[in-house]
């Protein structure tokens, strides 16, 4: 089966031959988990220099062959997205603000030296791949489709350059509710040893090398109990960045919410800015600024900061109660998640699951 569409590729879809069955399928959706399954089909689109993109596919899900020497597997040439399709109650599918991670996209491509994927073939990849696997999105409540777009160099070259070939994919992954139990409250590593990014890093962008930097201190993290790492600034080490996948924010008596301002080393997260812009429209004031690691130390511990959750597409908003680092410990373990924070949490799901009305016009139907 071909079909021509008005992105400026045309995409071939080869269905598989050896799809799950109905019941393998519901079976798997009934515990997805999350990034354990992947549907049937994904995504692939090469490019070349001289060609540019070409050879768009929906193909069946499988492994990719690579060349030993493809330089994705030894200078790190890679970059990734993610975002989720939601199914609402009259079984439609949609996804939330493609656009923004299709930017993203290109200003993470930019930075590593990746050829830039424009827009149109961004979302059109989405609703091609959910053309074919629209039955893998659950529809129990909190549960979604993850789809991952990402791309990698593979050009077979050692030399130290910036790839000729590459090539752009989507996979799906069904999504479980993050927290089955209800939504709870973490603990939080402040980690002193270790930078996430450096000034004129990659910080910015959404690539697997900050991940790879983030994984020693994340061990660190969960050996002194604590779910997520918290990684301040690279120059002075006094200044919130980020966690290692999410953004983060703190809530003061007043209602004001504050977050470390976008340094060039923080990634820039579709749901901070979504965050922001619903804190905004109840009339909070909302301050992207320097805060320092002792503001949230002194105001957790005097009652100044009231609420404290990190944020991102996988687990939406995750409140935090306890912030941890070698020499200290401030915030209550058994405290409740924080009321605001619930509530933006709340808000936001209810636009991505069609529960309330959409007024930013946020969510695309995909199928
Ligand atoms: C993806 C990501 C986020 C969150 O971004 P969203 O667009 O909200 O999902 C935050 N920090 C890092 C390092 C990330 O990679």
Known sequence: MSNTVSSPVSFTTIRSTTARTVAERDSILADPGFGKYFTDHMVSIDWTKEKGWHDAEVRPYGPLQLDPAASV???????????????????????????????????????????????EIFIESLKQLLAVDAPWVPSAPETSLYLRPFMIANESFLGVRSAHRAAYYVIASPAGSYFAGGVKPVSIWLSTDYARAAKGGTGAAKCGGNYAA???????????????????????????????????????????LVTPELSGSILEGVTRASIIQLARDRGHEVQERKVSVQEWRDGFASGEIVEAFACGTAAVVTPISVLKGADFTVGDENAPAGKLTMALREELTNIQYGRTADRHGWMMRLA
Request: aromatic share 10%; net charge negative; with cysteine.
């Open 73 to 119: 597997l030894h200078y790190a040439q890679e970059i990734f997205e993610g975002l989720k399709v939601y199914r609402h109650a009259d079984g439609s599918v949609w996804t939330f603000r493609p656009q923004a991670n299709a930017e993203r996209m290109q200003r993470s491509a930019r930075r590593l030296a990746l050829p830039e994927l424009p827009t």
């Open 214 to 256: 983030s994984l020693l201190p994340q061990q660190e993290a969960y050996e002194n109990g604590c779910a997520q790492v918290l990684f301040l600034d690279p120059l002075e080490g006094k200044y919130l960045e980020e966690l290692g996948g999410m953004n983060v924010f703190l809530v003061r008596k007043d209602g004001t």
